[in-house]
């Protein structure tokens, strides 16, 4: 049976914040899974809990509640709907949590999705859910395929898998035990109100790098930012100043979750003036506008450039206009080095990831590595070469469009890339591993393909130590 493997589709329940792109799109490309024997695998972040306006606590009542909000909506109940036809013509479907839908995890989250599968019993009762706390291995002709989302490496999104209740959850573990990342905290403190009150569309697309993401806002909007601060619980002084401008000091209540803001504004290289300009706005008294101090304004451009480099990063042909449809697949270092671990420790040929919205592809030293990328919007930014005057009308445009409405849209456009991973046993032995893109017009297409046999995954763990 063949293993297709998608994450990241960030499928919403259609009040505002959704970012899924692939209404149309990943029905269709289901469909075409139906027809033969199909293993489908979700890799986590399959449907968006954070994406509302309740309160950040797992509760079941307020999870299943949520839960039957996302599969009312149209493009989520779609989706379910073709997974469901996946089931029915004797495939699977597993569904492994990320980040952002650990409400997956109960039993009576599940039996929603479930129901929402429209199939009888018999059919729906196969659809497995993974938590997620580990990785899993499959094996595809010898070859040891590993699947993971991803957030176990990055410390502001990481699950508390140990305190997360369910089935197969240690004994004990309680809803009310259980604590959101400081990732979570930041989207639904701060940017989800940004979102709502001043229209910033935009910030969900640099999903996972939340961080950037409040940056690029204070950039955008600083007295927005100021405001939503003030309405939280959150100390916007010590949050994004403690680092950055030393004759500042902060105390952090114990019951206030470090949020990694400050690092990301002390990299943004601003000068003594600039840094006081900020400090003024973070403090008490009048909200500072951009346009009435050219010192705010400058500290504005070095944010919103700083916020949008991990980004840039990740989608790097999102950046400028060469390349219309050639995306580089090369991961970066601190990617390859955690496949790398992982390859060792779970003594894997092939290492499948999400989380970054960024389709990956590298295979050298005996290993394969693959991100699956993303179904959500992707926005498109200036060169990273381009010269200020370029970025500081991005920034403009951005103040002027932050809902990113089509007919405005100039230089932060919007762009779609439906990526996933097929495989399935190679007739010669081993495992053969592609990289594809849907593309509503033309169907499928493969960005890269091999075949790994199975003596080569033993012998890159060799290499590798």
């Known amino acids: 049976m063949r293993t297709v493997v998608l994450s990241d589709l960030h499928l919403g329940n259609g009040q505002g914040y959704d970012i899924f792109a692939g209404a149309e799109a990943l029905p269709a490309f289901l469909e075409t899974l139906a027809h033969v024997p199909t293993r489908v695998v979700l890799n986590g972040d399959s449907v968006d809990f ?4 309740d309160p950040l606590g797992l509760e079941v009542a307020r999870a299943v509640e949520q839960a039957r909000a996302l599969v009312a909506a149209p493009p989520t109940a779609a989706v379910l709907e073709a997974l469901g036809c996946v089931l029915a013509a004797d495939g699977e479907v597993v569904i492994r949590l990320g980040n952002h839908d650990v409400e997956l995890a109960l039993a009576e989250v599940q039996a929603v999705f479930r129901c929402a599968l429209r199939q009888p019993w018999r059919v729906a009762r196969r659809l497995v859910f993974q938590r997620g706390d580990v990785p899993w291995v499959l094996e595809e002709g010898g070859t040891r395929v590993l699947l993971a989302h991803g957030e176990q490496h990055d410390p502001w999104n990481e699950v508390d898998h140990a305190r ?6 240690p004994e004990g573990v309680v809803a009310s035990g259980y604590r959101y990342s400081a990732g979570s905290l930041l989207v639904k403190q701060l940017l989800n109100p940004l979102k709502r009150r001043y229209g910033m569309r935009f910030l969900d697309l640099l999903m996972p790098d939340f961080q950037g993401a409040l940056l690029a806002a204070l950039a955008v909007n600083p007295a927005a930012v100021k405001l939503v601060f003030q309405r939280s619980s959150l100390h916007m002084g ?16 114990d019951s206030e979750l470090e949020l990694g803001l400050a690092q990301r504004v002390a990299g943004a290289g601003l000068t003594l003036e600039e840094q006081q300009a900020l400090a003024e706005l973070c403090g008490v008294g009048q909200v500072h506008f951009a346009d009435e101090d050219a010192a705010l304004e400058r500290a504005q451009q070095k944010l919103l450039r700083c916020a949008l480099e991990l980004y840039a990063r990740g989608h790097r042909c999102i950046a400028g206009d060469a390349g219309e449809r050639c995306f580089d697949l090369a991961p970066r270092r601190g990617e390859w080095d955690e496949a790398c671990r992982l390859a060792r420790t779970y003594r894997a040929g092939v290492v499948l990831l999400g989380h970054t919205h960024a389709a990956r592809w590298r295979q050298d030293e005996g290993l394969l590595y693959a991100n699956t990328g993303t179904w959500t919007w992707v926005m498109r930014l200036p060169a990273p070469e381009a010269p200020a005057s370029v970025w500081a009308d991005f920034l403009q445009e951005l103040q002027r469009n932050p809902a990113l409405v089509p007919e405005h849209q100039r230089l932060a456009r919007l762009e779609q890339r439906f990526t996933a991973v097929v495989l399935g046993p190679h007739a010669q032995g081993g495992a053969e591993v592609s990289l594809v893109e849907w593309r509503p017009s033309g169907g499928l297409w493969a960005l890269a393909s091999t075949q790994v046999p199975p003596q080569q995954a033993g012998q890159s763990l060799a290499a590798r130590g």
Request: glycine content about 8%; proline content about 8%.
């Open 50 to 53: 954070l994406m509302n306006d």
């Open 164 to 169: 997360l209740p369910g089935p197969g959850a």
């Open 238 to 253: 010590w949050h994004l100043l403690r680092r950055s401008v030393s004759a500042l000091a902060f105390e952090l209540e």
